[in-house]
């Protein structure tokens, strides 16, 4: 599919970020946006890269009301050698297919979510960052645009791609997290939309995770949804557990996020010679080899943070202290070689990476 590239006229031009250390997440957009249309008997039609803008969307339109939407994230970096990476993009591509056909969405072509995203962000290179840590992080999202209030698939979609300019996420140094499992409100159960990376999943999280807030937390660790007992995941983080010799995570059962950090997490702990174990962990087991020292490291693995120590689990009032507190061993060595990989300053022995320039 030809993808048009639409002029971008000098007053659309944003002023680009001088301080790349005052980023942040997600709170500036670079000038371009990728943009393609589906409609109903047409399929996708007039793919093009447009100046950002809003939409003008009618208030009836199925998205507001029934929250028909699917989204992804991932980031491009640029390396020391100006040279311009994606990490496993095609990950994200089958993903985002995967959460639309829970929707009832139309499937979006991997090529046109690929060359989409690469032409675009070759186009937006200057908006990349270089500081350590930082990088370009990109959002596809599609949303149902019929404007209709009876509950239907739609017959005409938005899919759009946006850029932003994301700070370091430790730029304070790398801080374990305090979190709550959280033992009234549940995320999702299988049959569910847990699996598909959808707004409304989030929608749904955000009592939980205001709640927890107030009480001194910074993320909330759900479980399922059936028993209140197995480990699920953390907000947008799937969550992993390593043992002397071991590290354990929840498995892909339906009801947790297929993360692309967790897979690569997986891969690399198993590189290392760590062996991996993807099963059920009942909570009332992992607070008690939290309270005996058997459990060493707690880390959460998304796009976003890339690894992110827990140091304190707290379960039915109960806080308790992860080894020291601090950043595990095992949590900073994956960190730095996944970080390494992203960034090209380690080799990329897994075919993980896709040089876009
Ligand atoms: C996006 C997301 C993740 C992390 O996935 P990555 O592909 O590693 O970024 C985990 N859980 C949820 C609920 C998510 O939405």
């Known amino acids: 599919m030809e993808i048009k590239v639409l002029p971008l006229p000098a007053d659309k031009m944003k002023p680009k970020c001088t301080d790349e250390s005052k980023?942040?997440?997600?709170?500036?957009?670079?000038?371009?946006?990728?943009?393609?249309?589906?409609?109903?008997?047409?399929?996708?039609?007039?793919?093009?890269?447009?100046?950002?803008a809003p939409f003008v969307l009618d208030p009836a339109c199925l998205v507001f009301h029934y929250a028909q939407e699917i989204f992804e994230g991932l980031k491009a970096y640029k390396w020391a050698?100006?040279?311009?990476?994606?990490?496993?993009?095609?990950?994200?591509?089958?993903?985002?297919?995967?959460?639309?056909?829970?929707?009832?969405?139309?499937?979006?072509?991997?090529?046109?979510?690929?060359?989409?995203?690469?032409?675009?962000?070759?186009?937006?290179?200057?908006?990349?960052?270089?500081?350590?840590?930082?990088?370009?992080?990109?959002?596809?999202?599609?949303?149902?645009?019929?404007?209709?209030?009876?509950?239907?698939?739609?017959?005409?979609?938005?899919?759009?791609?946006?850029?932003?300019?994301?700070?370091?996420?430790?730029?304070?140094?790398?801080?374990?997290?305090?979190?709550?499992?959280?033992?009234?409100?549940?995320?999702?159960?299988?049959?569910?939309?847990?699996?598909?990376?959808?707004?409304?999943?989030?929608?749904?999280?955000?009592?939980?995770?205001?709640?927890?807030?107030?009480?001194?937390?910074?993320?909330?660790?759900?479980?399922?949804?059936?028993?209140?007992?197995?480990?699920?995941?953390?907000?947008?983080?799937?969550?992993?557990?390593?043992?002397?010799?071991?590290?354990?995570?929840?498995?892909l059962a339906g009801s947790i996020l297929n993360g692309v950090t967790r897979d690569s997490v997986i891969k690399l702990a198993a590189a290392l010679g760590v062996k991996v174990e993807e099963r059920q962990i009942d909570i009332n087991e992992l607070m008690a080899d939290i309270r005996s020292g058997k459990l060493k490291e707690a880390f959460g693995s998304g796009t976003a943070a890339v690894v992110t120590p827990v140091g304190t689990m707290s379960y039915k009032g109960e806080a308790l202290t992860i080894g020291d507190g601090g950043v595990g061993k095992l949590t900073q060595k994956l960190y730095d070689t996944l970080t390494g990989i992203q960034h090209g300053r380690i080799p990329d022995t897994f075919g993980w990476i896709r040089k876009i320039a």
């Open 23 to 52: 980023l942040g997440f997600g709170k500036i957009f670079t000038d371009r946006m990728l943009m393609a249309e589906w409609k109903v008997g047409q399929g996708w039609v007039d793919a093009r890269i447009q100046p950002y």
């Open 81 to 251: 050698d100006g040279s311009i990476a994606l990490f496993r993009p095609e990950m994200n591509a089958r993903r985002f297919n995967h959460s639309g056909d829970r929707l009832c969405m139309p499937a979006v072509p991997e090529e046109l979510f690929l060359q989409g995203i690469e032409q675009l962000v070759k186009l937006e290179k200057g908006w990349i960052p270089s500081m350590e840590g930082t990088s370009l992080y990109i959002r596809p999202a599609m949303i149902a645009v019929e404007p209709v209030l009876g509950v239907k698939t739609s017959d005409h979609y938005y899919f759009y791609v946006i850029l932003s300019p994301v700070g370091a996420y430790y730029a304070a140094g790398f801080k374990p997290v305090k979190i709550l499992v959280e033992d009234l409100y549940v995320r999702a159960v299988s049959g569910g939309t847990g699996e598909a990376k959808t707004g409304g999943n989030y929608a749904s999280s955000l009592k939980a995770g205001l709640e927890a807030k107030q009480k001194g937390f910074d993320q909330v660790l759900w479980l399922d949804g059936v028993h209140r007992r197995y480990v699920e995941e953390v907000g947008a983080m799937n969550m992993l557990f390593a043992y002397e010799d071991r590290v354990v995570t929840a498995p």
